[in-house]
């Protein structure tokens, strides 16, 4: 007898580890709901509840025994969707019979552990070469590419500093925006760039939170009201601590 309980206890932390990656990186609600229910069902638990916001996860599991609940903070997300698509084969594994309870929670603990994300270099390049195609896309000129380069990699790597000694979240991409637009006003005044609005809105472009908005509006369509509404509140937010930055650059200059 206590034997089940310590397994039951050991499910529900298998699926709450899983849950708790991928909210950590960016899934959204009912994704990690379904995959958890998924895992739960899978080692043979008859009936579960969870309850996700972006800052916690409640999860219950319907035994013959007075009902458990455990509950998990969440205080730090980021975007890694490469970590969702690895706790999604996992979970498919543990529902092909494939692991045990002790091999999954072994492998998320491995998987949370391990950082997927690229390299800070690469991370930086990519996001300079996607605030210039942005110029473009926007129609503006090829000789504003290189600024709009350097302006993008400038907030960007500002906000990955500022992120990583800074706990507000809103802070670091206020700053970042300053940066990449005090750095794009630099190369307009210096004759280095020719359209400065488009060279702004290039830089900024890295920091846009657009996975944030897509997962509001998905989990708002899924029902999840809560959820949605909390994503979308933090959009904002982001968005107009962007909006701040570059307001303040513009106003003084």
């Known amino acids: 007898m206590e034997r089940q309980l310590e397994l039951k206890y050991d499910i529900m932390d298998v699926s709450l580890l899983a849950g708790k990656i991928m909210l950590e990186s960016g899934a959204e609600t009912y994704r990690v709901e379904d995959t958890m229910g998924r895992i739960a069902k ?33 205080s730090n997300r980021t975007t890694d969707l490469q970590k969702v698509s690895l706790v999604n084969s996992i979970s498919r594994r543990i529902s092909n019979g494939d692991l045990s309870v002790d091999d999954a929670y072994q492998e998320l603990q491995e998987l949370q552990k391990t950082g997927m994300a690229f390299p800070l270099a690469a991370q930086i390049i990519a996001a300079a070469v996607a605030s210039a195609c942005f110029l473009i896309m926007l129609q503006g000129s090829w000789t504003d590419f290189i600024p709009a380069m350097l302006a993008g990699g400038c907030s960007f790597s500002v906000l990955i500093y500022v992120s990583n000694h ?14 990449g637009g005090l750095l794009a006003y630099f190369l307009y005044w210096t004759g280095a760039g020719a359209e400065l609005d488009k060279i702004i809105i290039g830089s900024v472009m890295p920091l846009v939170p657009g996975l944030l908005i897509t997962n509001a509006v998905r989990d708002l369509m899924a029902g999840h009201l809560i959820s949605g509404l909390a994503k979308g509140a933090e959009a904002f937010l982001t968005a107009f601590a962007i909006g701040s930055g570059i307001a303040v650059i513009l106003t003084i200059f």
């Open 166 to 179: 800074v706990q507000i979240k809103f802070f670091s991409e206020f700053i970042a925006s300053l940066s």
């Open 42 to 74: 899978a080692f043979g638990i008859r009936e579960s509840h969870s309850y996700v916001t972006p800052t916690g996860i409640m999860f219950s599991i319907e035994t013959a025994e007075p009902t458990k609940t455990k509950l998990i903070r969440i």
